[in-house]
């Protein structure tokens, strides 16, 4: 049986040389594109490169709107910790120097990072949110700083809860009947 390849499309908003293909698990589909052009669909991931833009503000702005998984080529340390400050997890930086070598471990990264992120903040036995997603929904509801109504949070912790996830969905065993 022959596995079927999967081919990733990668918006690529650079005027450097499109990476060469080498052996890597997923099959990049380079495409050169405008950062204007970005509002046309049918990406999976996107490659912007600080020095096609004018300043850190517009790839900030293209990287929030456009929702892509996403690695930042940068230059220098400072543009890194620049964009590392409100780089999603998951997203990557690359330094351009590395390019060649670096891209398509990034771009897997990220790649396979938007496939699950949805899975990673879910307990796998129940479904509902596990306490990471808790607390980044927590973090962000208490810090908003748009003018709503008060907020009520309540914590329940239940204790021995690990035991009974270890447990999972299995009925409890049987015991004798008595009449």
């Given at each position: 049986m022959v596995e079927q390849v999967?081919?990733?499309?990668?918006?690529?908003c650079s005027l450097m040389?499109?990476?060469?293909?080498?052996?890597?698990p997923l099959q990049f589909e380079w495409i050169r594109v405008d950062a204007l052009a970005l509002s046309a669909k049918g990406f999976d991931i996107l490659v912007l490169d600080i020095k096609s833009f004018h300043n850190l503000e517009q790839v900030k702005y293209l990287y929030s709107?456009?929702?892509?998984?996403?690695?930042?080529?940068?230059?220098t340390i400072e543009q890194e910790s620049a964009v590392l400050d409100w780089l999603?997890?998951?997203?990557?930086?690359?330094?351009?120097?590395a390019v060649?070598?670096?891209?398509g471990l990034r771009l897997?990264?990220?790649?396979?990072?938007?496939?699950?992120?949805?899975?990673?903040?879910?307990?796998?036995?129940?479904?509902?949110a596990n306490f990471q997603k808790?607390?980044?929904y927590?973090?962000?509801?208490?810090?908003?700083?748009?003018?709503?109504?008060?907020?009520c949070l309540i914590y329940i912790d239940i204790d021995r809860f690990k035991f009974i996830r270890k447990m999972g969905l299995k009925p409890p065993p049987s015991r004798g009947t008595s009449h």
């Open positions: 999967q081919v990733i499309r990668v918006a690529w040389d499109l990476p060469q293909a080498q052996d890597w709107t456009i929702g892509l998984p996403t690695v930042i080529l940068v230059d999603q997890p998951g997203d990557e930086t690359c330094h351009r120097q060649e070598r670096q891209i897997q990264r990220s790649f396979w990072h938007s496939q699950h992120k949805y899975s990673l903040h879910l307990d796998k036995l129940t479904g509902v808790f607390k980044d927590a973090i962000a509801l208490l810090t908003s700083k748009e003018d709503e109504d008060s907020v």
